[in-house]
């Protein structure tokens, strides 16, 4: 009883730090739309408006940066309606916040459960993933149904590109490979280092304002051109560019500087999946 065909599954001990059971995540996938179903059973039982929350933080977020930083502080939008452009910059944010903040605390608030079934570990950064995409793709259609209405209306300055339309796919998958990458290198980390997980959400909090979420990248160039092409390797600052510039009309986006965010993209994918890989074989001992 020593060979494998007399199993169904074997599990085996990884000791190479590059060791992703691929083929283990797709057999369990069932696994993972369970995962989000019981994701946002958790976020949304006891509460009076359930999922309708969905709708409304996007709604608030962005009615807020209008007053306060359209109004209030006057900051420019490109010629754009104030609340399509914060609304455009508040919904990407908030997918790859929620991706790398829900997918950072992996190890420690699932430890209980990894601690008893076996399954893929990758699986619930996964789930976690999906959840947010759903979560988005419900404020995107709102989304799109404002950018319907502006761009009807006569004189309009609201202009999608057809073209860079067909790119939001790749901005989403981007966005969420990104916010993967970073989070489950913050989840490996936390299981010897418990400060960063108190950092995560002050970090996330400073890198928007980083960002080009409150304000266009075209202030930047012109009031900081010293600082333009620092600010441009944000891998977050093109992608939200192209958005804009896809839905709204709105700046404009360096084919350039999207190659480098995609390049920093695949790293930081590359560098969190090894070290989780490496992290799940002995975070059990450490958590």
Same mark, same amino acid.
């Given at each position: ?113 990894? *601690? ?7 699986? $619930?950064? +996964? !789930?976690?993933?999906?959840?947010? #995409?759903?979560? @988005? =793709? ?110 709204? *009309? ?7 500087? $999207?190659? +480098? !965010?995609?390049?920093?993209?695949? #790293?930081?994918? @590359? =560098? ?16």
């Amino acid at each position: 009883m020593h060979e494998d065909k007399h199993w169904d599954i074997v599990i085996r001990p990884r000791r190479r730090w590059l060791d992703i059971d691929i083929k283990g995540v797709y057999q369990y996938r069932d696994l993972i739309w369970l995962l989000v179903k019981r994701y946002f059973t958790l976020i949304y039982r006891q509460t009076v408006l359930g999922p309708l929350w969905v709708l409304l933080q996007p709604l608030l977020t962005t009615t807020i940066f209008t007053v306060v930083f359209g109004t209030i502080a006057g900051l420019p939008t490109d010629g754009m309606p104030k609340f399509l452009f914060y609304m455009a910059g508040s919904i990407l944010w908030q997918f790859f916040s929620g991706c790398l903040t829900s997918t950072s605390n992996t190890f420690i608030s699932n430890r209980n459960l990894f *601690g008893k079934v076996y399954f893929p570990r990758l699986c $619930m950064p +996964i !789930s976690t993933v999906v959840s947010q #995409l759903l979560n @988005f =793709l419900v404020q995107f259609a709102v989304f799109v149904g404002l950018v319907a209405v502006y761009a009807l209306q006569p004189g309009t300055a609201v202009k999608p590109n057809g073209a860079l339309i067909t790119l939001t796919p790749l901005l989403l998958l981007q966005l969420a490979l990104l916010g993967l990458g970073f989070g489950i290198i913050v989840s490996a980390l936390t299981t010897r280092y418990r400060d960063l997980a108190m950092l995560v959400g002050f970090g996330t909090h400073l890198w928007m304002y980083f960002s080009p979420v409150t304000y266009s990248s075209s202030m930047v160039s012109q009031r900081f051109p010293q600082w333009a092409r620092l600010y441009q390797l944000n891998p977050i600052t093109p992608i939200i560019d192209l958005f804009r510039a896809a839905w709204l *009309g709105a700046g404009s986006a360096s084919a350039r500087y $999207m190659g +480098i !965010s995609a390049g920093l993209t695949l #790293l930081v994918l @590359f =560098l969190g999946v090894m070290l989780f890989s490496h992290t799940e074989k002995t975070f059990m001992d450490t958590v």
